[in-house]
């Protein structure tokens, strides 16, 4: 079975340009989530959807990010503009809520470096 | 406010050896999940062991298992016969039945020695 799918794997971008992430969640699942990961701040949620809505963005970090999820099977996440501040793993990940015991599965990340 | 504490930012073990990862969580809740997530140095978050809190018995997979402490609110990690290929940052991880969010918490580096 297919995993969390994240595109692109890594990005170098310089500072101002914008930065489009995407996301295809496990077939079924109908929980979608927007982490970062940083030295400083660890893994932060961004962002969680159910059923395609988003429930709590409160962790978005800025204006400057904005996430969409217009189907099922597709979320993307946005950054513009970037700044070298926003240099991190990004991992989408994806879940059925109230099956498997809520269990979140991870994509492989996306490395984004801004210059 | 849930959070989760793991108050180990590093350990190390020699290979074959046990070695047992801290974590403890607060929370009003009473129906909720715990999870472990390894991370090695590719940076992919891969489940490890997950705990539902109404079941008694501790989970196991393997040489992973938990000793999970409802009234204390602690949830450890034990690795048996460590091998090299153990070596990453390890997650404790909380989520309730209601509420979506999962809360991870500052991550244990553990280092396995030959």
């Known amino acids: 079975d297919a995993g969390v799918i994240q595109s692109p794997r890594h990005e170098v971008t310089e500072m101002g340009q914008e930065v489009t992430l995407r996301c295809k969640p496990i077939?079924?699942?109908?929980?979608l989530f927007w982490y970062r990961q940083t030295m400083m701040r660890g893994l932060e949620l961004l962002i969680y959807f159910n059923n395609n809505v988003p429930i709590d963005d409160s962790g978005m970090p800025e204006d400057r990010f904005s996430a969409k999820m217009p189907n099922a099977s597709f979320s993307t996440l946005k950054i513009q503009p970037s700044e070298p501040r926003d240099s991190a793993v990004y991992f989408c990940a994806s879940s059925l809520r109230g099956g498997s015991g809520n269990t979140i599965y991870f994509g492989e990340g996306s490395w984004l470096t801004v210059v | 406010a849930q959070t989760v504490t793991q108050s180990q930012p590093e350990m190390s073990v020699q290979e074959a050896e046990t070695v047992t990862l801290s974590c403890t969580y607060d929370t009003s809740e009473s129906n909720y999940y715990l999870f472990w997530y390894k991370q090695p140095p590719s940076r992919q978050m891969i489940l490890v062991i997950r705990q539902e809190a109404y079941k008694q018995q501790n989970a196991t997979e393997n040489r992973f298992s938990v000793n999970f402490q409802k009234a204390a609110k602690s949830f450890s990690l034990k690795i048996s016969d460590s091998q090299l290929g153990d070596t990453a940052m390890y997650f404790c991880?909380?989520?309730?039945?209601?509420?979506?969010?999962?809360?991870f918490g500052a991550g244990t580096r553990l280092t396995v020695k030959p």
């Open positions: 991880a909380f989520i309730t039945y209601n509420n979506n969010d999962m809360r």
């Open positions: 077939s079924g699942h109908n929980s």
